[in-house]
């Protein structure tokens, strides 16, 4: 069986990325990512793991998630695997093209559910439509992508 694992991104090597690569390794997957830091990859052990990436993102925030989150939506891996873990907030927003899969969540977006209050506030009163909508936009495409 082929497995693929989508993940965010692969940056500084933390929890999360260290669980999806043991993860790859054992099961023989290769991992799909947007930025990767190779440098992280070979410090921690984890070059003999393929990771594929769908290119570099923009680096200013909410900019990079929503460029995630496309990127992802985007791409098309059907027909090459058996069978896709989508892990973190941004990747299983191609879970609606790779089926069967399964989404291994480590903490909910959380802007969007118990601290939606706290960064409202903290926005300005001229970026809130652009924040309102960025996370309109985001409810719903997780809303789609979890339950097709």
Request: glycine share 8%; proline share 3%; with cysteine.
């Amino acid at each position: 069986m082929k497995i693929a694992i989508f993940h965010d991104y692969i940056g500084a090597i933390g929890g999360g990325e260290k669980l999806i690569l043991t993860l790859a390794r054992g099961l023989g997957a290769d991992v799909i990512t947007t930025d990767v830091d190779q440098d992280s990859l070979k410090k921690m052990g984890f070059e003999d793991v393929k990771v594929i990436s769908l290119g570099r993102m923009i680096q200013l925030a909410p900019l990079k998630q929503i460029d995630a989150s496309l990127r992802f939506a985007m791409c098309n891996f059907s027909g090459k695997y058996d069978f896709f873990i989508f892990s973190g907030n941004w990747s299983h927003f191609a879970a609606r093209k790779h089926k069967p899969n399964m989404w291994y969540c480590f903490t909910p977006t959380r802007i969007f559910y118990d601290l939606h209050d706290v960064f409202m506030g903290r926005v300005t009163f001229m970026a809130r439509p652009l924040f309102k909508l960025w996370i309109a936009i985001h409810e719903v495409r997780q809303l789609l992508a979890d339950t097709r």
